[in-house]
């Protein structure tokens, strides 16, 4: 069974130069073997941060500059066990985040479609996809709580679960 650390929207360093509390401390108890970054860094700064705890991936967000889009990419595919992760952003014009997710990566290529964007944290399964976005640890927007998730994948089954705290103090 391995264990992710998934998070997005952190707009470093508008928020802070340490990663919250609550974030920091979640990501250590469940024991993450990496954490995956669905873009918006904002700036480099935050890549140490998060290594850290674990080893670090990433896809840059439209927030993101040249030196971020360079290293990590906007899309891509990663194998955790035997699932197919997509980790993709999810901006764009058309349709919802969600929705631009999904049509990111073509029919049968991933298990699981991560993104980020919209802030909002949201899971749902759709064609067979499991589909997850962990929200901002670090800017909630409209939303009540902030948020990031644990993606826990045993063989070919993965599992997405959202975690909310009330307090961004690092």
Known sequence: MTKVGVV???????FGRA????LERGLR??????????????????????????????VAGNNDGPEI?????????????????????????RGTSASRALAAF??????VVLFGHSHRP??????GVLIGNPGSPTDKRLNPLFSYA???VDGAKARFGLKFYLSRAV
């Open 8 to 14: 997005s929207d952190t707009h470093f360093p508008r």
């Open 19 to 22: 990663l919250p509390r609550a």
């Open 29 to 58: 108890r469940a024991g993450v073997a990496r954490i995956l970054h669905l873009g918006d860094l904002t700036d480099l700064l935050a890549v140490p941060l998060f290594e850290a705890i674990a080893p670090f991936d990433a």
């Open 69 to 93: 889009r360079a290293r990590f990419g906007r899309r891509k595919v990663v194998r955790i066990e035997d699932v197919r992760v997509g980790m993709v952003h999810g901006d764009g014009k």
């Open 106 to 111: 073509d029919q049968g290529e991933v298990d």
């Open 122 to 127: 949201f899971t749902a399964r759709e064609a």
């Open 150 to 152: 644990i993606l826990t």
